[in-house]
């Protein structure tokens, strides 16, 4: 079993519809999470930091964490065109090791 | 600020020969790290790098080393390509521990024939 789990597919939305996006991890010793955006031919782009259990808010952007059940979300409201990339969570505890989901390719059509 | 920069940006290599790929980190970061990517495996991690010296090693084979110069720049080594080691190639520099200072280049885009 993979670290972190992060479905893959892809996902199309019609613009100013809310994104979802989740993932699960296996290791209880996570306690920094993260979601990068990663545009074609860039590298990943850090998008929202969190370390406590809850939802921070960040413009059209939420996180939410559940340390209980493993379980970590993105939320981006009013999706713009401009939103269409791959999102990536990622995690670690503390050290420079990020483990990373596969990655959902989001595509926002105007 | 300029940002992490990695060179080349694209490479083709054939099976068996070695490649080097550079990263810049941003000025005064002292930590680099470096990850692969895959469409099959995702980011995974290679090592990290923290003032010259090897700080944490993912599973990957002997055939990928790195190093780290008194400047923060740093190297990454494959020996023996396969074709399995086509894949982006990224380094991400920060200033110390955790992922919220973590920066990431554009990548080296590898392609072994």
């Known amino acids: 079993q993979k670290e972190v789990e992060q479905d893959p597919g892809p996902l199309s939305v019609p613009e100013g519809a809310i994104v979802s996006l989740n993932c699960t991890y296996s290791?209880?010793?996570?306690?920094?999470f993260m979601w990068y955006r990663q545009y074609s031919r860039k590298g990943p782009e850090l998008l929202m930091y969190?370390?406590?259990?809850g939802n921070k808010e960040d413009g059209r952007f939420t996180a939410q964490v559940d340390k209980s059940s493993k379980y970590i979300s993105l939320f981006i409201r009013d999706s713009q065109p401009s939103d269409s990339a791959t999102y990536l969570c990622a995690m670690n505890y503390g050290n420079n090791r990020l483990a990373f989901g596969k990655g959902n390719q989001v595509v926002v059509i105007p | 600020k300029a940002g992490v920069t990695q060179t080349p940006r694209y490479l083709i290599k054939t099976r068996g020969q070695q490649v080097t790929l550079s990263c810049s980190p941003i000025s005064g970061h002292r930590s680099v790290s470096w990850y692969q990517q895959t469409p099959g495996q995702g980011l995974q991690f290679l090592f990290e790098?923290?003032?010259?010296?090897?700080?944490n090693k993912g599973n990957f084979p002997g055939r990928f080393s790195g190093r780290q110069f008194s400047n923060s720049r740093s190297e990454m080594n494959v020996s023996t390509l396969e074709l399995g080691d086509s894949a982006l190639y990224l380094c991400?520099?920060?200033?110390?521990?955790?992922?919220?200072?973590?920066?990431f280049g554009s990548g080296t885009r590898l392609t072994v024939v």
């Open positions: 290791n209880s010793a996570f306690q920094y």
């Open positions: 991400a520099s920060s200033l110390d521990s955790g992922g919220d200072g973590y920066t």
């Open positions: 790098y923290f003032s010259e010296t090897q700080r």
């Open positions: 969190t370390y406590s259990s």
